[in-house]
């Protein structure tokens, strides 16, 4: 048997840097993200390009980079009781990793569907975005909160998920077809690890007053996008998407000049909305457009984009079978 999973990045329309505080995040799935094509083995061997990573199937045994991720993933599955099944396979990513994306949480997201899938082991989908979380906590030192991994597993085509990251009570927003969402990437790049996000987390939880003023505002401000998304007032979005972006930028400084010129120039292109999306300093911007013009703010900013499509979260499928009886 072998085993195809993907496992989609996420871009998150509005509610940034409020998950490891409890707040709302409103994401979307996207149709970027990382395939995983492997079949059960005894150890785990996984190949992405050029680096290969071999570890025993309970995820013990000496890991670098990426592999740390792989590591960890496992060592928590084991923790949650998934049999000891390893994997070898192949990764391929058409999601661009550090442009704040949720690749990382892709990344753990697809190990632990493809790690399930081959110990014929269930979890919750939100049992396992948390097991995700601890890992990237576990394998890399990073705090990070739950919107990538619950935003990769819990994605829905044509609709943004509303997550509480408090009660983890979440529903699925439709969104209005006279949206199209885009994606710039600054091209700068961030690796969270080292950066200020930790600090953030810090700084947030000894209370310092503007940190806290930017997580209680953009919380407001997710509520009243929701509300505009379910009222089809899609020309409220502007507004708040600046707003969120201005508190990003003086309160909670995560924003680069080069990410504030960028939301700048995809106004100027013929956005109607845009803000930083993801953790800061640097990685990309999201912005909204109508679809005829969509093409033309891609054309008319420089820096890498796409026009993403809210998608469904991550999935397996079987793709053949080995020898032996059916
Ligand atoms: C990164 C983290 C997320 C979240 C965002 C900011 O993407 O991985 O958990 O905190 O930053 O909203």
Not at 188 to 195: A, K
Not at 197 to 226: F, I, P, S
């Amino acid at each position: 048997m072998t085993l195809s999973v993907w496992a989609p990045g996420r871009v998150n329309l509005i509610g940034e840097h409020t998950d490891y505080a409890g707040g709302l995040v409103l994401p979307i799935a996207i149709d970027l993200g990382i395939t995983f094509n492997v079949a059960p083995a005894e150890r785990i061997r996984l190949t992405s390009g050029a680096e290969t990573v071999e570890l025993r199937a309970n995820g013990a045994g000496k890991a670098n980079g990426w592999g740390r991720y792989v590591a960890a993933v496992a060592q928590e599955l084991g923790e949650l009781g998934r049999p000891s099944m390893g994997l070898e396979g192949t990764v391929e990513a058409t999601l661009p990793p550090g442009a704040g994306l949720g690749s990382s949480g892709a990344f753990a997201v697809g190990v632990a569907l493809a790690l399930c899938s081959v110990a014929e082991f269930e979890l919750e989908p939100l049992v396992m975005a948390l097991a995700c979380q601890r890992a990237e906590q576990r394998g890399v030192g990073v705090p990070s909160g739950i919107l990538d991994q619950a935003a990769s597993l819990l994605g829905r085509a044509g609709s943004a998920l509303l997550l509480d990251c408090g009660s983890l009570e979440h529903r699925w927003v439709p969104l209005p077809d006279e949206v199209s969402i885009l994606v710039l990437d600054s091209g700068e790049r961030h690796v969270h690890e080292g950066s200020g996000y930790a600090d953030r987390r810090r700084e947030l939880e000894a209370g310092v007053l503007r940190r806290v003023r930017h997580v209680e505002t953009e919380n407001e401000r997710v509520r009243a996008t929701v509300a505009a998304l379910e009222r089809g007032d899609v020309a409220a979005l502007g507004p708040l998407f600046a707003a969120s972006h201005a508190s990003l930028r003086d309160d909670y400084e995560v924003s680069t000049p080069t990410l504030d010129a960028l939301v700048e120039a995809a106004l100027e292109a013929g956005a109607f909305a845009a803000r930083m999306t993801g953790g800061g300093f640097g990685g990309s911007i999201v912005a909204l457009a109508e679809p005829w013009r969509a093409e033309d703010v891609l054309a008319r900013t420089p820096e890498r984009g796409w026009i993403v499509r809210a998608s469904d979260g991550a999935t397996r499928r079987r793709t053949g079978s080995t020898r032996g009886r059916a």
